[in-house]
Nanobody
Framework: QVQLVESGGGLVQAGESLRLSCAAS????????MGWFRQAPGKEREFVAA????????AYADSVKGRFTISRDNAKNTVYLRMNSLKPEDTAVYYC?????????????????WGQGTQVTVSS
């Protein structure tokens, strides 16, 4: 089993930055592919970014490309999501997820482990 705990959410103004963290435990973190998803009220959960453990490939949703950066520190068992130039439409609950596959995936169905989520609210 993998336990994931997110932190770092909050209320910011448009244009500001936040860094989310997700601490993992219960498995060898370096062999997990990590992802970030988000869900806004009334909308489906959507892919934000992923970081594959194999070769360290990363991927981003078009809506966040160039503004968000996913990174990981295997020594700290933690994955991060740096969010710059935040927009009101980035407002959502952000979830950290993990999967055993070697490659990243943009589908929530491919991730077997989830955190509880952290709220990000961007005011205009």
């Amino acid at each position: 089993q993998v336990q994931l705990v997110e932190s770092g959410g909050g209320l910011v103004q448009a244009g500001e930055s936040l860094r989310l963290s997700c601490a993992a435990s219960g498995r060898t973190f370096s062999s997990l592919t990590m992802g970030w998803f988000r869900q806004a009220p009334g909308k489906e959960r959507e892919f934000v970014a992923a970081h594959a453990w194999y070769r360290g490939n990363t991927a981003y949703a078009d809506s966040v490309k160039g503004r968000f950066t996913i990174s990981r520190d295997n020594a700290k068992n933690t994955v991060y999501l740096r969010m710059n130039s935040l927009k009101p439409e980035d407002t959502a609950v952000y979830y950290c997820a993990a999967r055993d596959g070697t490659n990243w995936s943009g589908s929530a169905y491919d991730y077997g482990y989830w955190g509880q989520g952290t709220q990000v609210t961007v005011s205009s």
